[in-house]
Every structure is written in structure tokens, then in C-alpha cells.
């Protein structure tokens, strides 16, 4: 029987538990045409440009219906004649924006009518007068055809790190089913008609905890402040993604309160006065090995469009592998394919090394946090053994430029098998808002630069 636990509690690494999942997928997605995945490269690379960074971000995955536990999703059904306002926190700031938008799994052309963005002031709420058009090479509309992302046209508009920006799509026909990510805890808030540029909140009447087909927010140039996106040298602006699963999705932490380590990196940063844009691409209960109907495609397979392709990266944060090694019996989101062992992960992690450094990129090694005592079935002795294994193999081979122990940070010094209870959230396993703090006081700053 599955004990049952507060909203989110029940989360496991490998995204929601089996029970919540059982008769809830309710789409079958489509993969991308070759000519349409070509394609998608294609415009990734074009958009690509000197002095841009990414000062928010997004990992993108295929539509499915929510459950009890992360609550209800609007990914299946899609959009009509709605207006989507999405709030993200930027890490950076700069004298232009502009957003990126992904359409990679769905069925047919996204059609935008229009977008804007405007200061955040909290909420679905814009900040009075602050409210800017988005256009798409010149156009106030956008198509985006299956497979693929585009980037809207620069805004001036100065912004700060750790500002908030709501960002409003219109749509006026059926979308279909909705690329988006799962999980998140800041929510989305849709209106029915045209309510782009309305500043209050009270069409905004219906919210979910995922996010829709919005990638990134990108920004280039000095504010004014000192305190602009724009980097020299390297790879151009300066973002760093931090990529993995629910350790960088934020499982555990508190709702809205901007406490995910990419959210604590990312005020270590902007204590500096010379930041660098953070990137959440983590997806809650992601493999290295296999694709997952609740994790997205598989580490491996989205590390250049995750990682690789975004704007100005120069350094990449990991944590993959405990979905890997783990076994929770009769979860949906284990399967194709058993548990691996720690030689796999390993030859995994290596690949995703390489490519970095083929970027040229620094890579951050994580080590996998405690997993004893979860509230759910996740740890046996082989997995502790294979978690030991790959650790040591994170600490020692030299083959990160920087380790995050996140294994000792978040142990309990009287049983370092489990995770100390001041740091861990209510489901015995993912860091509450205090680990995150302590997982981001653990990065080398130096070693993302």
C-alpha cells in the first residue's frame, strides 16, 4: 500500500509514484521527422549569437497528463483561445531580451498570435507601463513547426539579476497537444480570449505547476547598473546549465519561493556583481540510459539541445544516475529498461563529459545523495554499493574539473547512508530549501568561469 503524502511529498526521483501514474498517460506523442529534427538544429544553431546568455531556461518534455501527485497539467489538451502567462526569475540581467520558444514534441505548427513580456509584479500581474510586444523576425505572429524552437526579436528593456518577468503568449485556435515541462514551482496562469497586455491577475483564473513550450529568456548588454549579461571571451555571455534530474528540478523545495540549487547558485552568483546566467535544465526522475514517458528523453539523447545549444554556455553542473541504480518496483517511469550498474553510469557520465569538452566547456561532477530512508521504495544494499561506486568515481577520477559532494553535504554524520533530517524534505529524500542553500554553498564558483 502507498503510504500517502502531501502535495509534491510523493515525488520520487524517478518523477511521480507508480499509483499516481497507472492509467494516467494519456497521450501517445509522435518523435520528430528527421527533416523536422534537422530542421529544429538548424535553427537552433542560426539563433545562436555573441553576446547573448540565458538568464533562465527550461528542459522540454513530451506531453502527459498529470496525477496526484504533482497535480493536473494542461500538456494533453493544449490551448485554444487562451492567454498563457508564464513568471520567471532571471539570473542575470542586460539592456535587451528576448525569449526562446519550443514546439519539439508537437503534432502540428504552434501558431503565436502574439506575445509580449513585462516586469513581473507578482502573481499573474504585470508591472504598470512595463509591458513590451514581442515580434518574430519583424512579425507580431510566429509559426513554429514540429520539432522545432525559435528565438523572438530583441526588446530594450533593462533588466536585473533576480528580477521577475511574466511572459504572455497568445494563442486563438487549437494548439494540440503542448510541449512543456512537468514540474515546476512557480505556476502558470491561462485566461480564456485575449488578455495579453492586461496587468491585473482576474482573467487569470486557472494555474498549473508546469511551464508550456517556453525554453529560455535571454539577455545581452549592460544595464546601466554595472550589472549586465554580457561576458568577453570563452564562450560569449556566460550561462551555466545546470543539468540532471530532481536534485536541479527542485523537488522538495518550497513553492514559489525560488529555492532550487539553480535558484541559490544563482544569488551566490549575483552576490558577485558579475554574474552569469544559470539554466535549470533538470527533469524530475531523468535516466541516463533510457527515455521515461514521466522524465523526458534520456540524459544522453538531450544533453546537446539542453546543454550544448544554448546561448553562451561555458560550464555545465550534473547530477544523473540515481534513477539509473534505483528500484522502485511497478514504477511506469522505470521502464523500458532495469536498473544499471555503477560501470554503466559511469560510461554514461564519460559521455557526457566528452562532449563537453568538445565545447569547450568546464563540467562539475555531483555525487548522488543519500537515498536511504526514502518514504518510497528507491534503496537496497545493491544500490548503496552501486552508489558508492559511482561516487567514488566522481571524487577521484579527475574526470570533472569540480565535484560537488552533494553526497557528504546533505549525509547525516551518524548514519551517512541516509540524509540528514535538516535537510531533507518531507519524503526522507530530496533537499528541503535549507539543503539547497547548503548544495549551493558547495560549488567552486571559480570552476564556472
Not at 78 to 105: M, P
Not at 200 to 212: E, L, P, R
Request: contains cysteine; positive net charge.
Amino acid at each position: 500500500m502507498r503510504r500517502k503524502l502531501p502535495a509534491r511529498v510523493a515525488v520520487p526521483l524517478a518523477g511521480v509514484t507508480a499509483a499516481a501514474l497507472i492509467g494516467g498517460i494519456g497521450y501517445v506523442w509522435p518523435r520528430p521527422t528527421q527533416a523536422a529534427a534537422q530542421a529544429a538544429s538548424h535553427r537552433t544553431a542560426s539563433l545562436k549569437a555573441p553576446g547573448w546568455s540565458q538568464s533562465w531556461g527550461a528542459a522540454m518534455q513530451r506531453p502527459i497528463a498529470g496525477g496526484e501527485d504533482e497535480g493536473p497539467n494542461w500538456s494533453v489538451e493544449g490551448f485554444g483561445d487562451h492567454s498563457l502567462r508564464q513568471v520567471v526569475r532571471l539570473s542575470a540581467g542586460g539592456a535587451q531580451v528576448r525569449i526562446r520558444l519550443s514546439n519539439r514534441y508537437g503534432t502540428r505548427p504552434l501558431r503565436v498570435a502574439t506575445a509580449a513580456v513585462a516586469r513581473s509584479a507578482g502573481g499573474a500581474q504585470a508591472w504598470p507601463g512595463t509591458t513590451a510586444a514581442l515580434t518574430f523576425g519583424g512579425k507580431r505572429s510566429a509559426t513554429v513547426a514540429p520539432g522545432a524552437e525559435i528565438a523572438s526579436d530583441p526588446v530594450p528593456l533593462a533588466t536585473a539579476p533576480l528580477e521577475k518577468l511574466a511572459v504572455t503568449l497568445r494563442f486563438t485556435g487549437a494548439t494540440g497537444p503542448a510541449t512543456f515541462h512537468r514540474f515546476t514551482t512557480q505556476p502558470a496562469y491561462r485566461a480564456s480570449g485575449d488578455h495579453l497586455s492586461d496587468e491585473g491577475a482576474g482573467a487569470y483564473t486557472a494555474s498549473t505547476d508546469a511551464q508550456y513550450y517556453l525554453t529560455g529568456v535571454e539577455v545581452t548588454g549592460e544595464n546601466g547598473n554595472g550589472t549586465g549579461g554580457a561576458r568577453t571571451g570563452g564562450n560569449g555571455a556566460g550561462t551555466v546549465v545546470a543539468f540532471g534530474d530532481s536534485l536541479i528540478d527542485g523537488v522538495g523545495a518550497a513553492p514559489g519561493a525560488d529555492a532550487r540549487l539553480p535558484d541559490a547558485l544563482a544569488e551566490r552568483l549575483a552576490a558577485t556583481r558579475d554574474p552569469l546566467g544559470v539554466v535549470n535544465a533538470g527533469i524530475g526522475g531523468n535516466r541516463l540510459r533510457y527515455d521515461s514517458a514521466c522524465a523526458g528523453e534520456k540524459a544522453t539523447a538531450r544533453f546537446a539541445r539542453d546543454v550544448l545549444d544554448r546561448p553562451g554556455v561555458r560550464a555545465v553542473i550534473v547530477h544523473l544516475g540515481a534513477n539509473d541504480i534505483r528500484v522502485t518496483p511497478g514504477d511506469p517511469c522505470l521502464r523500458p529498461g532495469g536498473p544499471a550498474t555503477a560501470a554503466q553510469v559511469i560510461a554514461a557520465q564519460r559521455q557526457l563529459v566528452r562532449a563537453a569538452r568538445a565545447r569547450g566547456l568546464k563540467v562539475v561532477g555531483t555525487t548522488i545523495i543519500p537515498m536511504k530512508g526514502a518514504l518510497f521504495p528507491v534503496w537496497t544494499p545493491q544500490v548503496e554499493k552501486d552508489r558508492d561506486a559511482i561516487n567514488h568515481w566522481i571524487r577521484t577520477s579527475g574526470a570533472y574539473d569540480a565535484v560537488l559532494d552533494a553526497d557528504r553535504i546533505m549525509a547525516d554524520p551518524a548514519d551517512p547512508d541516509r540524509p540528514r533530517l535538516s535537510y531533507v524534505y518531507q519524503d526522507g529524500l530530496h533537499p528541503n530549501d535549507a539543503g539547497y542553500q547548503a548544495l549551493a554553498r558547495g560549488i567552486d564558483l571559480r570552476a564556472l568561469r
